[in-house]
């Protein structure tokens, strides 16, 4: 998350935002200033003016619907914020390889045998005692491929055959080690991310690729903002004001259908929360003035503070429901999740007030972070807010199979999640929280120092294992030695389901940011973020061709490098979002100043800011 893009969102939000660990003017000693941030800036800033007035907060609409931790560890009392109706309900969804063949064993009497094709029959005499084979219990076709061997068994005093000992038979692919462990021929983990297609978009405005998501068919979804035109290959959008955009296409690139919505005010981003459910739906999030439209009739915001959206389309971007939650002063939606048992999470800020349609969350004083979780219809189940009249802010969610919930983010002075305060030990600091299905908090964690730690986002794995990303411009030290540079580190790091620490790593110094992060169903990691000058990220060190330039990297489940990209040319590039389909493909949006090369040759912006999305093979 880029704190100077967060916290243009709205003049409170800003007075009370601390500095960019990524900026230029309190990191690069150069300090040289990045070209096209005046455009963006000013533009952004001026369609989210907000004048502060005594409206009360409106009712939620609702238009159709490396080995240690040394980190706090706190486990205490209950939250001090509302919980409502808890009921929720969770799927485990497990995976089964059925590997047993039966086959009938050579019984030649003989001191050894190599007949691979044996198992235990249990018939009296069919063997001499002391005599060895090799056996395998595996499909014929496995045998001696990839990690697939024979065992051997012995032949008891009994004249039977014993239990086949060392046989390595197909098991699912897992990419925490090396290997085929499918024994099909193929090492899912072994790849390259070369370029499979990527698009550039944008016209007149200031136009930015901001989430993207795969379905389970391996299409892709980029929700976009902008002031301006938009063509994404289907004939351009025409906006009305900054609007809502949203694409979808194939596995191979090809545009299905796009669509925009708003009307002359100011819609969508440029954070939104992204998300798609199992059946495809597509659920998105953000923020909102005037009157929003997706479908089912407007959602109306005639006041002057920020309300919010929450939107489900189908796969063919046709209206499902949408609702919108209204704020005191401002608010906005950071990231969105979908749980196991299709449930909405979603996590942000807010000043003031927010009523997401339980009882009212109320401030502290300061900008605060909430959590929330919809059911899948979008009627609300719980929500939390959380603060104290400093800063903090919810900018990560994610569930884990048995439907508990983790909130990472950031935040200045303390705040109790409910298992005792956590308190900053400086500028800012990193939080990252646990709650229950039922909304109860379990445990919440915190590092830093006095300098200033940022977090991008989180990613939960098949095993439960939680990755955060970010930067840091102190030293931060997850359990496993200091992080640090000579200017700004960007981080991986890696936890299990108490928090405890598994590895963490560095990704580039100099000056870099890393912005967010993803994992596929082999538990790969992705991440995405901005450097400056060089970054070394365990493969070919990538070196930016002038200002800021975007990284893309893939690592195991357990850190170790896998590859690198770099997307840049001349002036600045941004990467804002990064996905990971089930079969490892990988897919980053965001937004380039003047050119950009995705890998098919460079591009030249139209207009200010064009955004971007490419899509790398595993």
């Not at 003049?11 to 690069?28: E, M, Q, Y």
């Not at 950031?410 to 929280?433: N, Y």
């Not at 930067?471 to 108490?498: K, M």
Request: proline share 6%.
């Amino acid at each position: 998350m880029n704190w100077t893009r967060f916290c243009l969102l709205s003049p409170a939000l800003l007075a009370a935002c601390p500095g960019d660990p990524s900026a230029s003017t309190a990191t690069d000693p150069t300090g040289t200033t990045d070209p096209g941030t005046t455009t963006s800036t000013t533009s952004t800033e001026t369609a989210t003016t907000i004048a502060p007035t005594t409206t009360e907060p409106g009712s939620e609409t609702d238009a159709n619907p490396t080995t240690s931790s040394t980190s706090e560890d706190t486990t205490a009392a209950h939250p001090t914020t509302t919980t409502l109706d808890t009921t929720t309900s969770t799927t485990d969804d497990t995976t089964t390889l059925d590997t047993t063949t039966s086959t009938t064993a050579d019984t030649t009497d003989t001191t050894t045998s190599t007949t691979a094709d044996t198992t235990d029959t249990g018939v009296v005499g069919e063997c001499t005692p002391g005599a060895t084979q090799s056996c395998y219990s595996g499909p014929d076709d496995t045998l001696d491929v990839g990690e697939c061997v024979a065992g051997q068994q012995e032949c008891g005093p009994d004249e039977t055959w014993g239990p086949c000992e060392g046989e390595v038979v197909p098991a699912p692919d897992t990419c925490d080690e090396p290997g085929d462990e499918s024994c099909d021929g193929l090492d899912p983990c072994q790849g390259d991310g070369e370029f499979a297609w990527g698009l550039t978009f944008g016209q007149s405005g200031d136009d930015e690729g901001e989430r993207v998501a795969f379905d389970a068919e391996g299409n892709v979804i980029v929700a976009a903002w902008g002031n301006g035109p938009i063509d994404f290959g289907d004939g351009p959008l025409v906006n009305a004001g900054y609007d809502v955009f949203l694409a979808k296409f194939a596995p191979d690139g090809a545009i299905l259908w796009s669509k925009r919505f708003g009307d002359g005010d100011y819609q969508g981003g440029p954070e939104y929360g992204l998300a798609i459910a199992a059946n495809g739906d597509i659920v998105l999030s953000g923020v909102f003035y005037g009157d929003l439209d997706f479908g089912g009739g407007p959602l109306k915001n005639p006041t002057l503070q920020t309300a919010l959206f929450l939107a489900r389309l189908d796969g063919d971007g046709q209206h499902v429901w949408s609702k919108s939650f209204q704020s005191g002063e401002d608010a906005a939606t950071l990231d969105l999740a979908i749980d196991a048992g299709g449930n909405i999470l979603l996590t942000g800020v807010y000043y003031n007030s927010l009523a997401l349609g339980g009882a009212p969350l109320v401030g502290f004083g300061g900008i605060d972070l909430f959590v929330a979780k919809f059911t899948g219809a979008g009627a609300h189940v719980w929500s939390h807010g959380f603060g104290d009249p400093q800063w903090q802010v919810g900018l990560g969610v994610a569930p884990d199979a048995a439907g508990n919930v983790y909130v990472t983010g950031g935040l200045r002075g303390s705040f109790d999640p409910g298992t005792g305060p956590l308190t900053s030990a400086g500028l800012e600091d990193i939080f990252l929280l646990k709650f229950s299905p039922s909304g109860t908090a379990l445990w919440g964690k915190r590092w830093g120092d006095a300098g200033s730690q940022d977090v991008g986002g989180l990613a939960v794995d098949s095993k439960g294992r939680v990755t955060l990303t970010g930067g840091t411009s102190g030293v931060l030290d997850f359990g496993g030695g200091p992080l640090e540079g000579d200017v700004v580190v960007s981080w991986l790091a890696q936890f299990d389901a108490d928090g405890d620490h598994l590895w963490s790593r560095e990704l580039c110094e100099g000056g870099s940011i890393a912005e967010r992060v993803a994992v596929d169903d082999l538990d790969n990691v992705v991440a995405i973020g901005t450097f400056r000058n060089t970054c070394d990220l365990g493969t070919d060190p990538l070196t930016a061709i002038q200002y800021r330039d975007v990284f893309v990297a893939k690592f195991s489940p357990t850190g170790l490098p896998g590859w690198s990209k770099r997307f840049g040319g001349l002036q600045e590039q941004y990467g804002a979002h990064v996905a990971a389909s089930a079969a490892g493909a990988v897919a980053a949006v965001g937004n380039f100043y003047t050119e950009i090369d995705l890998g098919d040759g460079p591009e030249t912006s139209k207009g200010g800011r064009d955004g971007f999305v490419v899509v790398l093979d595993p």
